[in-house]
């Protein structure tokens, strides 16, 4: 007699055969949804159309008694294997078209460095790197910065934010021929070379990719170029990423830190008041775990993610913005008038501003994809 848990073993294998052949199949019809897209110019990714499939599987989930919390979890995954499956053929497509360029990344061996050089050696380019701190293994690296100035149609600095302005210096200083970009994340301390390099007729521009070095799909993720006073210089810099999943945004190089208070400082300073006034709390973390929320869940998750990273940096991103006092104010500002709100006697000031803050976002928010 069979052993009734091999028996039901066997029939589990089985519906896990038929899901991959539905996932399968799945994938069979993204690919012709991804060749649509192409054709018609349109965004590998459409927001809307992932909350419908959310939306979707949760209903699905809930009519037949499954979580739904799981539900969207396999959304997601499906999601992101469909974008991850477009963004690859789209790539095949860029590279079958594109002119390699010799291209040195400055600064290759750290994360971010890393990242663009094996993002141009993926579009076909010929990518060397220059970096005193180390080498990267199957990357060709070389001697001297002046080498990399003298061999680059396209030379990317990707130094630390900190040194950046001496590196911005003595590459100019080279008079390099190329096209030359930084990949700071913040430009305030290298606006006056920026400006003066390009009213000297050096090609320069400027670019700030806005996610990490461990993205596994680039769809919804924006890079910022920056017109530093040749606007041939910055369109060539974009043309370079045009026919990628990437949301390129151009932007004078003036306003990039205007924005950045908010996206990073606000972001960063958001997570590192939160774990500042826990750690501060006198209670522990695995105290306030036994009584935590989703909303407390979520947060953590986020505040942990930045106490882990290189505070140099983080202070960097603060100290060097020339708009960071100006968010400091704002926040205070923001901070007494929620104080106020709640101190108030009624419910309506306090109901205002969750009514602007519901104003203020749109009805479909982008989801991370892992």
């Known amino acids: 007699m069979p052993d009734p848990l091999t028996s039901l073993r066997a029939r589990i294998a089985a519906i ?3 899901m991959l052949g539905l996932a399968a199949e799945r994938f069979a019809v993204v690919r012709e949804v991804g060749e649509t897209k192409r054709a018609e110019g349109l965004p590998v990714r459409s927001f809307a159309a992932e909350a419908d499939v959310i939306a979707r599987f949760r209903g699905i989930a809930r009519e037949r008694g499954i979580p739904e919390d799981f539900a969207e979890r396999l959304a997601l995954q499906l999601i992101g294997g469909s974008v991850q499956l477009q963004e690859e053929e789209l790539s095949a497509t860029s590279r079958a078209g594109a ?4 291209v040195t990344v400055v600064g290759g061996a750290g994360q971010m460095g890393r990242w663009i050089a094996g993002f141009f050696e993926g579009q076909g380019h010929d990518v060397s790197i220059y970096d005193p701190s180390g080498r990267v293994e199957g990357v060709r690296s070389l001697g001297s910065l002046r080498e990399a100035v003298g061999v680059a149609e396209v030379l990317l600095l990707a130094t630390p934010l900190g040194s950046g302005r001496e590196v911005l210096a003595e ?3 080279l008079e390099p021929k190329g096209l030359v970009a930084d990949l700071f994340s913040l430009k305030s301390h290298v606006l006056d070379l920026l400006r003066g390099a390009a009213g000297n007729g050096i090609r320069v521009t400027s670019i700030h990719p806005l996610f990490g070095p461990d993205v596994r799909t680039l769809s919804g993720r924006v890079l910022a170029v920056c017109d530093c006073g040749d606007l041939a210089a910055a369109d060539e810099m974009s043309s370079l990423f045009g026919d990628t999943a990437l949301t390129v945004t151009r932007i004078p190089v003036e306003r990039h830190d205007e924005f950045m208070q908010y996206v990073l400082g606000l972001s960063h300073l958001v997570s590192i008041l939160f774990f500042t006034t826990l750690a501060e709390s006198g209670f522990s973390f695995q105290a306030l775990e036994t009584m935590a929320s989703t909303t407390f869940h979520k947060q953590t998750r986020a505040a942990a993610s930045v106490a882990g990273e290189n505070p140099d940096l983080y202070y960097e991103i603060q100290k060097l913005n020339r708009h960071s006092a100006e968010l400091f104010e704002r ?6 008038r929620i104080e ?6 009624d419910s309506e000031p306090f109901a205002r501003l969750m009514e602007a803050g519901r104003e203020f976002f749109p009805e479909v928010l982008p989801r991370e994809l892992d």
């Open 16 to 18: 896990d055969a038929q």
């Open 99 to 102: 002119a390699a360029r010799r």
């Open 171 to 173: 590459t100019l200083a």
């Open 331 to 336: 926040i205070r500002t923001s901070l007494k």
């Open 340 to 345: 106020s709100a709640v101190h108030a006697g």
